[in-house]
Every structure is written in structure tokens, then in C-alpha cells.
């Protein structure tokens, strides 16, 4: 028997998460941001609640707390977010949105949203039901929930 990898969910999911952070990627650019698809990511995570800490943001982004220390400071770099100490314990570090990081929110979430209903056209809304449940039952698995 083959191993053929196109015949796995596995192989369509790499694919399709390197194909929407390329073109998420692009249509910010297009539009005058330069914001990658992963710092997308950390920002969705500061719009839903803001001063979240960095290793929070690295879980949440499934990164590695030094891959996560890199993006922010090039974020920091961009002027999208800041740092500010937690009032609770000076030593800690909270990632707080800057106010580039705040307004540019309407026009990053207008392109996703064009991408994703592109993305989405001709897919019956029982079909993407059952995607998305198997999608998180491989990534419990994944994760060690299910596996």
C-alpha cells in the first residue's frame, strides 16, 4: 500500500492554513497594513480582552513563549501593541493594543471576513458543520484529550 498523503485531512489542513496566512497577509498589505496572519491572530485574541499576558497569548496562538516574544516585539516594533507592567506584580508584563492597534480593527476584520466567505462559497452550511467538528476532534486529539 501507498502512503498518500493527499487522501488525509492532515495534508489539506497544512495546506489550507499556509494558503489563508498568505493571502490574509496580502490583503493587509494591500490595504496598507503590514500585519501577518499570526499577529492577526494575537491581535483578535487583545480585541476580544486586552492585557492579556504574552504566555497567555502563546498558548492561545499555540506558539512557544519565544517565538511569542519575537512577534510581540516586532508588533511593538509596528506600533500595534505595548507593554505595560501588571499593577498586581511589577515584574510581569501585560501586551496591551496601542491606538494604531485599536483602529486599524475595522479594516483587518472587513478583509477576513471578505476571505472567509470566499472561502466558504458553495459549501453547504451541514457540510461546514461537520468540518468544523472534525476539525476539533482531530486537535483534541491532538492536544491530548482524545488521543
Given at each position: 500500500?501507498?502512503?498518500?498523503?493527499?487522501t488525509?485531512?492532515?495534508h489539506?489542513i497544512?495546506?489550507?492554513?499556509?494558503?489563508?496566512?498568505?493571502?490574509?497577509h496580502?490583503?493587509?498589505?494591500?490595504?496598507?497594513?503590514?500585519?501577518?496572519?499570526?499577529?492577526?491572530?494575537?491581535?483578535?485574541f487583545?480585541?476580544?480582552?486586552d492585557?492579556?499576558?504574552?504566555?497567555?497569548?502563546?498558548?492561545?496562538?499555540?506558539?512557544?513563549?519565544?517565538t511569542?516574544?519575537?512577534?510581540?516585539?516586532?508588533?511593538a516594533?509596528?506600533?500595534?501593541?505595548?507593554r505595560?507592567?501588571?499593577p498586581?506584580d511589577?515584574?510581569?508584563?501585560?501586551?496591551?493594543l496601542s491606538?494604531?492597534g485599536q483602529?486599524i480593527r475595522?479594516?483587518?476584520?472587513?478583509?477576513a471576513?471578505?476571505?472567509?466567505?470566499?472561502?466558504?462559497?458553495?459549501?453547504?452550511?451541514?457540510?461546514?458543520?461537520?468540518t468544523?467538528?472534525?476539525?476539533?476532534?482531530?486537535?483534541?486529539?491532538?492536544?491530548?484529550?482524545?488521543?
Amino acid at each position: 500500500m501507498t502512503f498518500d498523503p493527499q487522501t488525509l485531512p492532515h495534508h489539506w489542513i497544512n495546506r489550507l492554513s499556509f494558503l489563508l496566512r498568505r493571502e490574509l497577509h496580502a490583503r493587509f498589505r494591500r490595504i496598507g497594513h503590514n500585519v501577518s496572519a499570526e499577529e492577526w491572530a494575537v491581535l483578535t485574541f487583545l480585541w476580544k480582552q486586552d492585557g492579556r499576558f504574552a504566555g497567555e497569548l502563546a498558548r492561545l496562538s499555540v506558539r512557544d513563549a519565544t517565538t511569542m516574544t519575537r512577534m510581540l516585539d516586532s508588533m511593538a516594533r509596528k506600533g500595534l501593541i505595548r507593554r505595560e507592567a501588571d499593577p498586581s506584580d511589577r515584574r510581569r508584563m501585560r501586551v496591551c493594543l496601542s491606538e494604531k492597534g485599536q483602529d486599524i480593527r475595522p479594516a483587518l476584520v472587513a478583509e477576513a471576513e471578505k476571505l472567509i466567505a470566499g472561502s466558504l462559497n458553495g459549501i453547504d452550511g451541514d457540510d461546514l458543520e461537520t468540518t468544523l467538528r472534525t476539525l476539533v476532534k482531530i486537535y483534541e486529539n491532538l492536544e491530548g484529550k482524545g488521543a
